[in-house]
């Protein structure tokens, strides 16, 4: 089946074949929300699965993302409403104090992979921004992410910020240093170890 | 024994007098000791005054400096913007590398700028403090790890892919600047090197890219480090066994390994390397910075030490450390609840 097709070429990172089967299948008047969930965003799943048991690492995600991006490209302009409806807002970014953003630029790919519609605001970001970003984008989730064992006590203030400020949100951590025992200890509403499990947490919180 | 001669003795998997105590101390000492953090990490008199007051409350069997070194200072005289903030790491502003016609810029830099010189005399303030009797180690990093900060990590990471001549050219020209500071360090009194092999580990990089693109710089480093007289314990987090990335590691001039674990879930249980190496090398442990010792009570320090302690019992070329770099906001009194457990432990050579 051809939108498989276009599955393993993400998975094996050939965007040029990645584009060339979108191409084929939107002339072929295979569904656009098939291609999409089937083809591209399945994919990423696959590759966000292999990460976490070792057989892919960070360049191979990477690329694999960027193989997938330029099958969305080719898909946009024949999205529709009722074609792809977003999974919800997400905020995310790298707290400040911590210019670290592997990790949380992977998360960012695979949530936009999953359909969500994810606002970047990069890195040393302060409580401020994401309360006002996530106010703008009327965000479900607020993801926050850290490297440094230093900038991790900047998360404790960033929770705390969105919870004064009274919107509904749910906050996630992750990021290598990060723990579950923190992330109750500072009142967040879940943490991830991983990518792909930072996607199904998302996806749970922005669905309840 | 003096920390000298039981670090010397435990590099060499001779017996000891009692557990080594190597831990990555700096960040916490530099915040509980230091006149500002910033000026612990980076500054001459700052830096020496803060590491011996932190060695007389706790006794380390060495001074570990570093952290401004590879966070700001090198990554500063190789053209980056690095600012440096009163009390966090230094912070990378802007990457360097834009291109591979950068790379020929990079080779022709001058490393010893004004902030390395008062990082050096730092150093050799310490040296002439200790007398020898406490050895000095210094964190540092390898050519991947550099090149990731010159480039920007998703930048080289997918170089692997589209770009691999920057890979590989903007390593070379780093190798030689690499081996000069490491050869100013030892000529000032560092006689450990702590080489951090961040980005490189095998949670972010297959062992196929790090065969491909990194071992072989790696190893000219450490190597020429080694025959300049430092003694150099490659550091690096992730399963280095399982990956076969020890393997590479023993084939260098080294004389320990550090294995980090960057996360809870991917921690190395150091019997399982130690199974690996049998004697041929010296471990360092592994506990993890950012559990217990971070987030937990005095109790739950010393009861995790004892369990990391009593693991280790009777190897031989074991030294007690953590798994990596330790927040400077850990608890003074966690840090030395776990200090104390390592300076009490009965230790018993098998």
Request: include cysteine.
């Amino acid at each position: 089946m051809a939108v498989k097709d276009i599955a393993e070429a993400v998975v094996v990172m050939d965007r040029v074949k990645v584009v060339e089967l979108v191409k084929t299948e939107i002339a072929a008047g295979t569904e656009i929300d098939e291609i999409l969930n089937a083809g591209l965003i399945d994919a990423m799943d696959i590759v966000g699965q292999k990460f976490s048991d070792g057989s892919l690492f960070v360049p191979e995600m990477l690329m694999a993302a960027k193989a997938m991006k330029a099958g969305l490209e080719e898909l946009k302009p024949h999205l529709s409403a009722g074609a792809a409806v977003s999974r919800g807002t997400v905020i995310i970014g790298t707290v400040k104090g911590d210019l670290h953003d592997i990790g949380k630029n992977l998360v960012a790919l695979m949530m936009e992979g999953a359909g969500m519609d994810v606002v970047d605001l990069g890195v040393d970001i302060d409580a401020e921004k994401f309360v006002k970003a996530a106010i703008e984008h009327n965000a479900g989730v607020v993801a926050l992410s850290a490297l440094l064992t230093t900038t991790m006590p900047t998360m404790e203030t960033i929770v705390a910020a969105i919870k004064e400020a009274g919107i509904a949100v749910k906050t996630i951590i992750g990021g290598a240093p990060v723990t579950a025992a923190f992330a109750d200890q500072i009142g967040a509403d879940g943490f991830s170890a991983d990518a792909p499990g930072a996607v199904e947490l998302t996806r749970k919180l922005l669905a309840a | 024994m003096n920390a000298a001669e039981r670090m010397k003795a435990a590099i060499n998997l001779e017996p000891v007098d009692r557990v080594p105590n190597g831990p990555f101390y700096e960040a916490p000492i530099c915040q509980y000791y230091g006149s500002s953090f910033r000026a612990a990490l980076l500054e001459d008199q700052a830096m020496a005054d803060a590491h011996l007051a932190g060695l007389d409350e706790f006794k380390f069997d060495w001074v570990m400096v570093g952290m401004g070194l590879i966070g700001g200072i090198i990554p500063e005289a190789l053209d980056c913007r690095v600012s440096y903030p009163e009390d966090v790491f230094p912070i990378i502003e802007e990457t360097t590398v834009k291109s591979i016609e950068d790379v020929a810029r990079i080779a022709k830099l001058d490393m010893f700028t004004k902030r390395m010189e008062r990082f050096l005399k730092g150093v050799s303030i310490l040296k002439k403090e200790l007398k020898g009797e406490v050895p000095i180690a210094c964190e540092y990093i390898s050519p991947f790890t550099i090149a990731t900060r010159l480039r920007g990590t998703n930048e080289i990471m997918m170089d692997m892919y589209e770009n691999p001549e920057l890979v590989r050219d903007l390593q070379e020209v780093l190798v030689p600047l690499n081996i000069e500071v490491g050869k100013a360090l030892i000529e000032e009194g560092v006689d450990y090197i702590f080489y951090g092999a961040d980005m490189e580990c095998p949670i972010l990089l297959s062992p196929e890219h790090y065969k491909n693109f990194v071992d072989e710089p790696t190893t000219k480093v450490c190597n020429e480090l080694t025959r300049l007289g430092a003694k150099v314990l490659p550091h690096m987090c992730g399963s280095i066994v399982e990956t076969g990335i020890v393997d590479m590691l023993m084939k260098m001039d080294i004389h320990g390994i550090m294995p980090g674990n960057l996360t809870q879930e991917t921690v190395l249980d150091i019997r399982e390397l130690k199974e690996k190496v049998g004697d041929k090398i010296c471990i360092f442990d592994n506990i993890n910075p950012n559990g217990p010792l971070l987030i937990g009570t005095p109790e739950e320090v010393a009861a995790e030490t004892r369990a990391h302690l009593e693991n280790a019992k009777g190897m031989s070329g074991y030294i007690f450390s953590t798994a990596g770099t330790s927040s400077p906001n850990i608890p003074k009194e966690n840090y030395l609840a776990m200090n104390r457990e390592v300076l009490n432990f009965q230790w018993i050579d098998e």
